[in-house]
């Protein structure tokens, strides 16, 4: 508690901070997370931007060498994400660098969460889940996991009842969930990724890196995805203002933690 998150959700987070899936859920997320987002300094103007901050760090003689570790990683992390992205725009018809460029991914708001799971047994039944159902905000997420089963997908979110099954963890690899903002984008031709996480009794550890565009990129139905027959599924959004709203839904209030 000591390196609690700060007011850019940088830092620890306790049980319980994030609530996904308030309908569905009795409380919050059984899950423990470190976040590291984009580091500045106090004197950056981009300061004032959501996730932008200096980050909070435990001591180094305590962890020596972790920090500097945790900033490789989104490094190289958005280096795959780029790549994704230019396979992503091909398959969309669009320039290879569509993604890629300074407004969208020049730029990011990319956070990184190192997430622990305790060892209790989920159970829908009575509202208990690690992880509540829900998509990710932005763009991608690249996630690392133990070998311990856990996630779980929705292949068809609309279907009533939902179907879920196991993502099968794969050594090396990571899994790809595909953001909500790519669905706007694509008009549903690429489906937001609805996942949650059950366990039985173990814990998990993963690793997961959002990649969400620029904060101030517009994201909105590609001309090429809407016609008179199809309009726009989802009306234009600047990439700060979802994230922003997403933030406030889901998460505890910082100052409850002072009481």
């Not at 980050?55 to 500097?68: A, Q, Y």
């Not at 958005?78 to 091909?90: D, F, H």
């Not at 620029?214 to 959004?237: A, G, M, R």
């Amino acid at each position: 508690m000591k390196v609690l998150r700060n007011k850019k959700h940088q830092g620890y987070t306790p049980l319980f901070d994030e609530h996904l899936d308030p309908v569905n859920q009795i409380h919050g997320n059984y899950k423990e997370g470190y976040y590291i987002g984009i580091e500045v300094p106090e004197n950056d103007p981009d300061i004032k931007k959501l996730l932008y901050g200096p980050n909070v760090w435990p001591p180094s003689d305590i962890l020596p060498g972790w920090g500097e570790t945790m900033e490789k990683y989104p490094r190289e992390a958005l280096e795959v994400a780029k790549a994704i992205s230019r396979i992503i725009a091909l398959a969309l018809n669009l320039e290879v660098d569509f993604f890629d460029r300074q407004e969208m991914l020049g730029k990011p708001i990319a956070t990184l969460r190192l997430l622990h799971y305790e060892g209790r047994v989920s159970d829908p039944m009575k509202g208990i889940y690690e992880a509540g159902a829900h998509s990710d905000f932005g763009l991608i997420t690249l996630l690392a996991t133990d070998d311990v089963f856990g996630l779980q997908i929705c292949k068809d979110k609309d279907a009533k009842p939902q179907k879920w099954e196991f993502v099968a963890p794969l050594k090396g690899a990571f899994i790809v969930n595909i953001g909500d903002m790519l669905e706007r984008w694509s008009n549903c031709i690429f489906r937001s990724t609805l996942h949650r996480v059950l366990v039985n009794g173990q814990e998990r550890y993963s690793i997961a890196y959002f990649v969400e565009p620029n904060h101030d990129c517009l994201v909105e139905c590609l001309p090429t995805y809407q016609s008179q027959e199809n309009p726009p599924k989802f009306p234009l959004i600047k990439c700060e203002t979802s994230m922003l709203q997403q933030y406030k839904e889901t998460r505890v209030v910082l100052e409850s933690y002072e009481k």
